[in-house]
């Protein structure tokens, strides 16, 4: 078979009821009002804002974080970094060690035509960073980043750090402009006291790789780091210089289960997001059966919400089939549209094409998903 494109699944002017299923629902008054929420909450602050597009892969969600003030996005992979770069987005940070010829080239090609930076966290990826600019004559902004308590990747902190970036800035196609400082694992702490000791560590840690830096004659333009659940603390301090959240646009369920400091879920945005599924099989009364399986949304970080019906729970999904366990006697019609909230909302935007965007029940924009599948 041909390749071809999939239309989107709703048009402009439609009705969700008649949207086709599984889709990818933006609710737009939600996703401006959790915009809203997070210039409201930063206003006053010296810090500059890089969202993070591996929540969206979305040119035009980009683009409307531009022009509210951005200085640039973040991404996670060269191909994610290429979609969104063909569209216009000209500042990007590919918040990932770049590793690879392949890659390398790619990206060396990418930074002639766009401000691109990357983080290293080893010598030998930055010799290898330095041979795929020089040659094509390109210059790389490059971070170091440094592991603050996500066990993730990263230098050590401090005297090592700096010495990866003296070397960065001993290459003659390279810039050292800073330090990646990202505590993922601190993003999903339930309780503020959590995320609070979290961060306080990790900002320890960037500030005694400052003061690795000064003692060698270096300094940071930029410390970054920060996610949607602890961007207010690392924005609070006199440490971080810019923050990269990423799932404020949409939230997920898992988000919704951090806490506030009364012990109560967390509201600071809405959901926005949706998996909207159709009823295609009520084999009893207490169970309904949806064609949003796990083709449909990613359930790693627990399953999807059932949205506007109270006492529903999706409880287990199939590749093309979700169950939904449902109160004795509650009606649910085979053909009826609900509404899910993805468990994670970063794989779960990977697995569409299109964001359909609705306002109060009408699709009034289907965007593309332009970095889909882009993890290479």
Same mark, same amino acid.
């Given at each position: ?148 308590? %996500?066990?993730?990747? !990263? #230098? /050590?902190?401090?005297?090592?750090? *700096?010495?990866?970036? &003296?070397? =960065? @800035? ?10 990646? %400082?990202?505590?993922? !694992? #601190? /993003?999903?702490?339930?309780?503020? *006291?959590?995320?609070? &000791?979290? =961060? @306080? ?10 003061? %690795? ?164």
């Amino acid at each position: 078979m041909a390749d071809r494109a999939l239309p989107p699944p709703g048009v402009p002017g439609m009705t969700i009821a008649d949207v086709d299923t599984p889709a990818l629902l933006l609710d737009l008054d939600a996703f401006e009002h959790n915009l809203d929420t997070l210039d409201r909450s930063l206003a006053g602050r010296s810090i500059r804002v890089r969202p993070h597009a591996k929540s969206h892969k979305c040119p035009d969600i980009a683009r409307i974080q531009l022009q509210r003030g951005a200085v640039g996005v973040c991404c996670q992979k060269v191909s994610e970094a290429e979609a969104l770069a063909d569209a216009g987005i000209g500042d990007i940070m590919i918040s990932n060690e770049v590793i690879g010829a392949t890659k390398l080239a790619r990206l060396a090609a990418l930074a002639m035509c766009a401000r691109v930076s990357v983080l290293a966290d080893a010598a030998e990826g930055i010799d290898a960073l330095q041979l795929a600019a020089r040659t094509v004559g390109a210059h790389i902004d490059v971070l170091v980043e440094i592991d603050v308590g %996500a066990g993730r990747c !990263g #230098a /050590q902190p401090g005297a090592a750090a *700096a010495t990866l970036a &003296q070397h =960065i @800035a001993d290459q003659p196609n390279l810039h050292f402009r800073g330090i990646h %400082a990202y505590h993922g !694992g #601190a /993003q999903h702490l339930r309780t503020p *006291a959590e995320r609070e &000791q979290a =961060i @306080a560590a990790a900002t320890a840690l960037v500030t005694t790789t400052l003061d %690795a830096l000064a003692h060698i004659g270096l300094a940071a333009e930029i410390v970054t780091g920060a996610g949607t659940g602890t961007y207010l603390l690392e924005a609070s301090g006199s440490v971080y210089n810019e923050i990269q959240p990423g799932s404020y646009v949409f939230m997920d369920a898992d988000y919704g289960r951090n806490l506030d400091a009364g012990g109560a879920p967390l509201r600071t945005f809405r959901h926005s997001l949706f998996v909207l599924t159709t009823v295609m099989s009520r084999p009893t009364a207490s169970r309904a059966v949806v064609d949003a399986g796990l083709k449909a949304h990613s359930i790693d970080s627990g399953l999807p919400l059932v949205a506007d019906l109270p006492g529903a729970r999706y409880s287990r999904a199939s590749d093309e089939h979700g169950v939904i366990e449902l109160d004795a006697g509650q009606a649910l019609p085979l053909g009826t549209k609900i509404r899910l909230i993805p468990g994670h909302c970063d794989p779960t935007v990977n697995l569409h094409d299109w964001l359909v965007c609705v306002r109060k029940g009408i699709v009034e924009a289907v965007w593309p998903v332009a970095g889909r599948g882009a993890f290479y």
